[in-house]
T-cell receptor, first 111, second 114 residues
C-alpha cells in the first residue's frame, strides 16, 4: 500500500512569486486535505477536496487555491507569496470518516 | 473561542515508565478526537482516535481516555521506548464540519530519559 507522497520536499521562493505543491493520496483514499504548519505549532486547516471539488475551507485568503484530479491526487497553489507563508505544508488523504493519513510535507521558505 | 490545547509543552519520562499526555478542548459539540505523533522532519503519524460515544479506547501500547464532563482527553503510552520521542498532537472535529476538518492543539514534546 503506497502512502501519501508530497513533492517537492523543500522549496525556496521570494515574495510575490507563485508556488505549486503536489500530493499523491494513499491508495484507496478519495479525499485530500491540506494544512499549514508553522514552526513549533500545530497544523492549520487550509482546505479539503473531495470528488474534485473544494469541500471545506479554513481561514486562509483566496490566494491559496487547490485542485484535485480524477486519480485523487491534488495540488496546492499559493499566489503572491508573503514572508508569513514560510511553513511546512502537509497533505493528508482519507476515505469516508476514517483517520487522515499524512505525507511528510513540503518545507516552503520565502525570502 | 474554540480551541484544543495541551497542558504541558514538554514531558520527560524515564524509559520503561508509562507516559500520560493531556489535552483540553473547549467545544462541547466536538464528536471526534484523534492523536498524532510527529517526529522531526516527518508528517504527523496517526496513533489512535475516539468518538464522543466512547470514553476509552485501547490500541497497541496506547490508550485514549475521553472525559466529556470536563472536556479532557488523554493519551497513555505504556512502557515508553526511545522511539516514542516525538511531538504529540491532539485534534478535534465538530459535527458541523461534515468534512471532518481537524482543529489541532499546539503539541507536547515527549522526551525519553535513558
Amino acid at each position: 500500500e503506497t502512502g501519501v507522497t508530497q513533492s517537492p520536499t523543500h522549496l525556496i521562493k521570494t515574495r510575490g512569486q507563485q508556488v505549486t505543491l503536489r500530493c499523491s493520496s494513499q491508495s484507496g483514499h478519495n479525499t485530500v486535505s491540506w494544512y499549514q504548519q508553522a514552526l513549533g505549532q500545530g497544523p492549520q486547516f487550509i482546505f479539503q477536496y473531495y470528488r474534485e471539488e473544494e469541500n471545506g475551507r479554513g481561514n486562509f485568503p483566496p490566494r491559496f487555491s487547490g485542485l484535485q484530479f480524477p486519480n485523487y491526487s491534488s495540488e496546492l497553489n499559493v499566489n503572491a507569496l508573503e514572508l508569513d507563508d514560510s511553513a511546512l505544508y502537509l497533505c493528508a488523504s482519507s476515505r469516508g470518516n476514517q483517520p487522515q493519513h499524512f505525507g511528510d510535507g513540503t518545507r516552503l521558505s520565502i525570502l | 473561542g474554540e480551541s484544543v490545547g495541551l497542558h504541558l509543552p514538554t514531558l520527560s519520562v524515564q524509559e520503561g515508565d508509562n507516559s500520560i499526555i493531556n489535552c483540553a478542548y473547549s467545544n462541547s459539540a466536538s464528536d471526534y478526537f484523534i492523536w498524532y505523533k510527529q517526529e522531526s522532519g516527518k508528517g504527523p503519524q496517526f496513533i489512535i482516535d475516539i468518538r464522543s460515544n466512547m470514553d476509552k479506547r485501547q490500541g497497541q501500547r496506547v490508550t485514549v481516555l475521553l472525559n466529556k464532563t470536563v472536556k479532557h482527553l488523554s493519551l497513555q503510552i505504556a512502557a515508553t521506548q526511545p522511539g516514542d520521542s516525538a511531538v504529540y498532537f491532539c485534534a478535534e472535529s465538530h459535527p458541523r464540519d461534515s468534512n471532518y476538518q481537524l482543529i489541532w492543539g499546539a503539541g507536547t514534546k515527549l522526551i525519553i530519559k535513558p
